[in-house]
């Protein structure tokens, strides 16, 4: 089965949920934007209108756990996750070297996966596994906060990482991603862009307006730490197409096809998309679950990418801008961090409504339509984790998880 060819449905039933645009529409809405943009009092960087909210957040969180104390975990013991650009140089190379060793020892379910090589792509191919069913779900953040949870936990007991996720606040590098500590191509970065290849805009939306123009990157990534990794998995729906290169799926989702790591990093997609007043936008203006997980994982027809589609689109490339296949991509733990940071962002502002709140349907292709999703419906990780419920991870405060952001 070519899971690629499913795409337009799931599209087309993200589209059915929103009245198609006009382009006069989305020209209006780019120029309300460009507007607030320039009347807004904060530097292009800051993040300072998110951060209010998380310290806000963190303060209600405290004051609900004095109220009503529940369970080991609590504001003290917390594992705490940090921003890359608050590491020192020694504990971004930690977690860099953290992810190479999982990245040489080998899977632990070769049979799950026939091009497992590695215990990284244990996790690349359970995601692979279960696309369809966590995005545009009702479980989509729980899905992914649980997974995160599970390769933190991998960092840490198989390769002897003694710190937590650390996170990529989008906002931070939005304006300049090629010489931010994240991608500067260090030995303390996530690596830089791919070298120059010609290549054609990056259909990342269906729409024509949303083609990304290709930026100076395209071919494979040659300096920094992930210079010499390897992806193994996919490519299932390949989006920098490079005729000769990358211009076909693989056949079997799930078959070792040994390849370099390709990025386009441009700010094209992140100026426009995962700036820090978009985060604040989302955070404050969607007020019920529904509305803020679609926001956030973008509304296509309109045009509007939304913060998770605008992070993998910053580095786009392969594996980076395939649905299927992104956890290859070596930051994609960072940017899920950040997705579930923002999450739990929203909770901690209203933790009465916010904090069990779910809804939504169980199949990507058919989000509105499929049997709705349940707080006791598994997630089931494989070899990664044991299986919880989705209601298990509502809080990173108790069940299975004890971590919060700074
Ligand atoms: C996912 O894995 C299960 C178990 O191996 C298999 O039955 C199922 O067909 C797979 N689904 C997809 C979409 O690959
Ligand atoms: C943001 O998107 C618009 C339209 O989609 C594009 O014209 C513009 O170049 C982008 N901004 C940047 C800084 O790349
Ligand atoms: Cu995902």
Redesign the pocket.
């Known amino acids: ?1 070519q ?1 690629r060819h499913l795409l337009p449905a799931f599209l087309a039933a993200y589209g059915a949920q929103a009245a198609p645009a006009s382009a006069e529409q989305v020209e209006n809405s780019f120029a309300e934007r460009d507007a607030a943009a320039k009347g807004s009092f904060f530097l292009p960087a800051s993040t300072l209108q998110t951060d209010i909210l998380a310290a806000k957040g963190l303060v209600n969180l405290a004051i609900n756990q004095v109220t009503n104390p529940s369970g080991k975990c609590n504001l003290l013991n917390a594992a705490i996750r940090r921003e890359w650009s608050t590491l020192s140089k020694q504990e971004r190379r930690a977690y860099i070297d953290a992810e190479l060793c999982l990245m040489s020892k080998p899977s632990q379910d070769p049979s ?1 996966a026939a091009g497992a090589k590695t215990r990284y792509d244990d996790f690349v191919a359970v995601h ?5 069913s966590i995005h545009g779900t009702a479980n989509f953040l729980s899905w992914h906060r649980y997974f995160t949870w599970a390769f933190e936990q991998a960092l840490r007991n198989e390769c002897g990482y003694t710190s937590y996720q650390p996170y990529w606040n989008w906002g931070k590098y939005a304006f300049d991603p090629l010489n931010s500590p994240l991608f500067d191509g260090s030995d303390v970065s996530m690596s830089g862009n791919g070298e120059y290849a010609p290549h054609n805009c990056t259909p990342a939306l269906p729409s024509g307006l949303n083609c990304i123009p290709p930026g100076s990157g395209g071919g494979c990534v040659k300096t920094g730490p992930f210079k010499d990794y390897v992806v193994n998995l996919g490519p299932v729906s390949p989006t920098l197409e490079i005729p000769g290169i990358i211009d076909y799926s693989s056949p079997d ?2 078959a070792y096809n040994p390849r370099c790591l390709r990025r386009d990093i441009t700010s094209w997609v992140s100026s426009n998309w995962t700036k820090d007043s978009d985060v604040y936008d989302l955070i404050t203006n969607y007020k019920d679950i529904i509305s803020f997980q679609n926001r956030m994982q973008g509304d296509f027809p309109t045009g509007f990418y939304g913060v998770h589609t605008g992070g993998h689109f910053t580095t786009a490339g392969d594996p980076g801008g395939d649905l299927f296949a992104s956890p290859a991509e070596p930051t994609f733990f960072l940017h899920h961090a950040q997705i579930d940071r923002t999450w739990w962002i929203w909770q901690n502002q209203d933790l009465k409504n916010r904090a069990k709140a779910f809804g939504g349907g169980t199949s990507t292709l058919d989000p509105t339509g499929s049997p709705p999703g349940k707080v006791t419906d598994p997630i089931y990780l494989a070899t990664l984790a044991t299986t919880v419920q989705n209601q298990d991870v509502f809080s990173t405060t108790g069940g299975p998880l004890c971590y919060i952001y700074v």
Not at 128 to 132: A, G, P, S
């Open positions: 089965m899971l799950f692979i596994n279960q696309t369809l989702p799930l």
